[in-house]
Nanobody, 129 residues
Framework: QLALVESGGGLVQRGGSLRLSCTAS????????LGWFRQAPGKEREAVSC?????????KAADFVKGRFTISRDNAKNTVYLQMDSLKPEDTAVYYC?????????????????????WGQGTQVTVSS
């Protein structure tokens, strides 16, 4: 059974950077497409970025983080990362990683929550002004 654990959240000032990590246990991430989501207080969960399996080389990012956030994966470490630069107070939220089985479908990179079957518990990111 796949389990995901996020880390790396915290308090940072406007313009600062954080790198979130999501490490899997119970299975290898090789055949999984992965995503990062966030949920701010009083708001719905929204997709931040996604990445296909390694062979696909596809990443996508929401417009509100393009040019600032970068998703990557290291299958050897069974980990997916979200590098967040130029942080803004409106980036404050709980950030979640998620996984869905892609198998050999290299183009799978999903920016919607329903297809994801496994979720981490979330890590809090707070950006002060």
């Amino acid at each position: 059974q796949l389990a995901l654990v996020e880390s790396g959240g915290g308090l940072v000032q406007r313009g600062g950077s954080l790198r979130l990590s999501c490490t899997a246990s119970g299975a290898t991430l090789d055949g999984y497409a992965l995503g990062w989501f966030r949920q701010a207080p009083g708001k719905e969960r929204e997709a931040v970025s996604c990445i296909s399996i390694s062979g696909g080389g596809i990443t996508k990012a929401a417009d509100f983080v393009k040019g600032r956030f970068t998703i990557s994966r290291d299958n050897a470490k069974n980990t997916v990362y979200l590098q967040m630069d130029s942080l803004k107070p409106e980036d404050t939220a709980v950030y979640y990683c998620a996984a869905t089985w892609a198998g050999t479908v290299q183009a799978l990179c999903l920016m919607g929550a329903p297809p994801y079957d496994w979720w981490g518990q979330g890590t809090q990111v707070t950006v002060s002004s």
